[in-house]
C-alpha cells in the first residue's frame, strides 16, 4: 500500500507543479494531495499540524489566484468596470473557452470593461495589461508554493 500511496504522491506533485503553469490543471491542489497521501503511509512524513498549515497555505493561493488579475487591473489604474470586466472575462473564459480563456479571458474583460465605462480603447490596454501582469504573478505564486511542496515531499521520502 506505501508503495502505490508513493507513486499516486509523486504523480500528483509532478502534476502539481505542471498545474501551476498549465491553467487546467488546480497545481497546489494537486501538489497538496500528493503532501497528504503520504501521511496514509505506515511511516508518517509529515505532522498534521504541518498538512493543516499547508492546507490553509493552498486555499488561500487558490482564492488569491482569482484575485490578483483584478489586482492587477486596479493597480493599473482600471476602474471599477474594469475590475469587473476581469472577473466576467475570467468566468467566461474558464466555462466557454478553457483552458486558453482562463488566461485570455481577464485580460479581454478588462479591456472591454474599461471600453463600457468611457475609456477609449487604447486607453483600455493599460489596465487590461495589469491583468495579465496579475495572472502571471499568480502563476509564479502557484510554482512557489508547488515547487515547496514538492521538495518536502521528495526530502520526506
Given at each position: 500500500?506505501?508503495i502505490?500511496l508513493?507513486?499516486v504522491?509523486?504523480i500528483?506533485?509532478?502534476?502539481?507543479?505542471?498545474g501551476?503553469?498549465?491553467?487546467?490543471l488546480?497545481?497546489p491542489?494537486m501538489s497538496f494531495?500528493?503532501?497528504?497521501l503520504q501521511?496514509?503511509?505506515s511511516?508518517?512524513?509529515?505532522?498534521?499540524?504541518?498538512?493543516?498549515?499547508?492546507g490553509?497555505?493552498?486555499?488561500v493561493?487558490?482564492?488569491?489566484?482569482?484575485l490578483?488579475p483584478?489586482l492587477?487591473?486596479?493597480?493599473?489604474g482600471?476602474?471599477k468596470?474594469?475590475?469587473?470586466?476581469?472577473?466576467?472575462?475570467?468566468f467566461?473564459?474558464v466555462?466557454?473557452?478553457?483552458?486558453?480563456g482562463?488566461?485570455?479571458?481577464?485580460?479581454?474583460?478588462a479591456?472591454l470593461?474599461?471600453?463600457?465605462?468611457?475609456?477609449?480603447?487604447?486607453?483600455?490596454?493599460?489596465p487590461?495589461?495589469?491583468?495579465?501582469?496579475?495572472?502571471?504573478?499568480?502563476?509564479?505564486?502557484?510554482?512557489?508554493l508547488s515547487?515547496?511542496?514538492?521538495?518536502?515531499?521528495?526530502a520526506n521520502?
Amino acid at each position: 500500500m506505501d508503495i502505490a500511496l508513493l507513486v499516486v504522491g509523486i504523480i500528483l506533485i509532478i502534476l502539481g507543479i505542471i498545474g501551476s503553469i498549465v491553467p487546467i490543471l488546480p497545481g497546489p491542489p494537486m501538489s497538496f494531495f500528493g503532501l497528504l497521501l503520504q501521511q496514509f503511509k505506515s511511516e508518517k512524513a509529515f505532522t498534521w499540524q504541518f498538512i493543516i498549515i499547508f492546507g490553509i497555505i493552498t486555499l488561500v493561493i487558490v482564492v488569491v489566484d482569482y484575485l490578483i488579475p483584478a489586482l492587477g487591473t486596479k493597480k493599473f489604474g482600471g476602474s471599477k468596470y474594469g475590475i469587473i470586466g476581469t472577473f466576467v472575462g475570467l468566468f467566461i473564459g474558464v466555462f466557454f473557452f478553457p483552458p486558453f480563456g482562463l488566461i485570455l479571458g481577464p485580460i479581454v474583460g478588462a479591456w472591454l470593461g474599461e471600453v463600457i465605462s468611457g475609456k477609449n480603447a487604447k486607453k483600455a490596454i493599460k489596465p487590461a495589461l495589469g491583468s495579465f501582469v496579475g495572472f502571471m504573478l499568480s502563476t509564479v505564486l502557484k510554482l512557489i508554493l508547488s515547487g515547496i511542496m514538492a521538495y518536502y515531499f521528495f526530502a520526506n521520502i
